[in-house]
């Protein structure tokens, strides 16, 4: 079944823990927390007392995207506030073997990603390392941006390299995903779809992930 994971970032912040209620209660999988620290990416979200804060109203899967740069600094205060999957950006880390592995000894499911421009062939040498890995479907930075078409063309890549080494990490995708394209991304080979606008900038979350699913 295909799991999706809202993404908080177009929710409305001053409502933030009955945002992530109602996406809960509408069927959601993961809630997705897009932390941005304005060097590696133009923009500025939030970070760890807003993660731990939002831990106590919730019992979703925190999804965590790292939009950070060297994000093997800040790891286990990441995992301290929350997360329960923490994804780093192959672009903006050191040492990214040794980052997942201490991902895992904590317990919790780590994840690479790549931005479009990125080669998929650069996680290759992770896979065994990786619960998830997240490929960027716009440049990372901002919601409410338009799917680029060819980076589902690393999502077939990716999901034949996970058949040809019998590997089970999950394949998310993040950015432009709707209604229209989510079928598309799923037949490619997605099995987490990322969502902020379609999802919470529906009237009716419920709808917007059964529509996501293609139900
Ligand atoms: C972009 C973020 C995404 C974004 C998705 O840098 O990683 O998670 O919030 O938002 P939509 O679904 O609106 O493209
Ligand atoms: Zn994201």
Not at 12 to 31: H, M, T
Not at 104 to 132: F, Q, S
């Amino acid at each position: 079944m295909i799991k999706i994971s809202p993404s908080v970032l177009a929710c409305d912040f001053s409502r933030l823990a009955e945002e992530v209620q109602a996406v809960q209660n509408a069927g959601a999988d993961y809630i997705h927390l897009d932390v941005m620290d304005g060097v590696f990416v133009p923009n500025i979200s939030f970070g760890f007392p807003v993660i731990a804060s939002l831990k106590k109203h919730s019992s979703m899967v925190f999804d965590v995207h790292l939009m950070i740069t060297k994000p093997e600094r800040y790891v286990d205060r990441f995992i301290d506030a929350g997360a329960d999957i923490l994804t780093i950006h192959e672009e903006s880390c050191d040492c990214v073997g040794e980052t997942l592995q201490a991902i895992r000894a904590r317990g919790v499911r780590a994840a690479l990603c790549v931005n479009p421009r990125t080669p998929i062939e650069k996680v290759y040498p992770y896979l065994d390392l990786c619960d998830m890995v997240l490929v960027m479907t716009v440049e990372a930075g901002y919601g409410g941006q338009k799917l680029i078409p060819e980076t589902l063309d690393k999502v077939r890549a990716l999901c034949a390299e996970r058949a040809a080494r019998s590997l089970s990490f999950e394949i998310e995708v993040d950015g432009g995903i709707n209604a229209e394209n989510a079928a598309t991304a799923v037949a490619a080979g997605a099995d987490v779809l990322v969502a902020g606008s379609a999802v919470f900038g529906a009237p009716d979350r419920a709808e917007a992930v059964r529509r996501l699913r293609g139900e």
